[in-house]
């Protein structure tokens, strides 16, 4: 059974500071990573995706990776009322699982004026 | 990134009945995928949408509750069948490669 752990939450940061958001998983194999953004009512939204250790940065967004650890970050610099929202971290096994995403439970930012 | 639409985005039900669910994607696309979201959970796949062949389902989920067509590469339906309350979940239609986008979601209700 694979499966995706995600920091319970809720969390709640005030405006400008730096949200840390985790994710830990059960497949060794896995080899894609994804963080969704799900607004109330909304369907999720892709805002990163990792496929190697390491660091990847994409404007406010920072993923991180370590595939030795089963470990999977996302870091929002300067976070804003409107980054309030529930993140869901996926992965994908690849091979005869490729495209399918396992989800986590996600975890409920918000952010604070 | 696809663009996917959905129809109907919300749809009101009577026990035993059935509801087919469209998708439809603005390009060719390798993988679609069905989810269900139930009210304040994440989101579950249901099954995997096979152009020309039949549905890969998931554990928990079978063909005689969840038919699903594709008989394209921008196009699947899915149909839950034999509703009961049970079923009132939001369903989403993700499609693309190794990323897979979303469609709006079915906000499904069955009475």
């Known amino acids: 059974q694979k499966e995706v752990e995600q920091n319970s939450g809720p969390l709640s940061v005030p405006e400008g500071a730096i949200a840390s958001l985790n994710c830990t998983y059960s497949?060794?194999?896995?080899?894609?990573f994804f963080w969704y953004r799900q607004y109330s009512g909304k369907s999720p939204e892709l805002i990163m995706s990792?496929?190697?250790?390491g660091d990847k940065e994409d404007g406010r967004f920072t993923a991180q990776l370590n595939k030795a650890s089963q470990y999977v970050s996302l870091l929002i610099r300067d976070s804003q009322p409107s980054d309030s929202a529930t993140y869901l971290c996926?992965?994908?096994?690849?091979?005869?699982?490729?495209?399918?995403?396992?989800f986590g439970q996600g975890t409920i930012l918000t952010v604070h004026p | 990134s696809a663009v996917i639409s959905q129809k109907p985005s919300r749809d009101i039900c009577q026990r035993g009945t059935s509801l087919t669910i469209q998708c439809q994607v603005d390009?060719?696309?390798?993988?679609m995928f069905w989810y269900r979201q139930q009210p304040g959970q994440s989101l579950t796949l249901i099954a995997t949408?096979?152009?020309?062949?039949?549905?890969?389902?998931e554990s928990g989920f079978v063909i005689d509750k969840f038919p699903i067509s594709r008989p394209n590469l921008t196009f699947s339906t899915l149909t839950v069948s034999n509703m009961s309350p049970e079923d009132s979940s939001i369903y989403l239609c993700?499609?693309?490669?190794?990323?897979?986008?979303f469609g709006p979601g079915t906000r499904l209700t069955v009475t």
């Open positions: 993700s499609a693309g490669g190794v990323e897979q986008y």
């Open positions: 497949d060794r194999g896995s080899q894609s």
């Open positions: 990792i496929y190697s250790n």
């Open positions: 996926a992965v994908e096994s690849g091979g005869t699982s490729y495209g399918k995403l396992t």
């Open positions: 390009s060719q696309v390798t993988m």
């Open positions: 949408a096979n152009q020309g062949s039949e549905a890969t389902y």
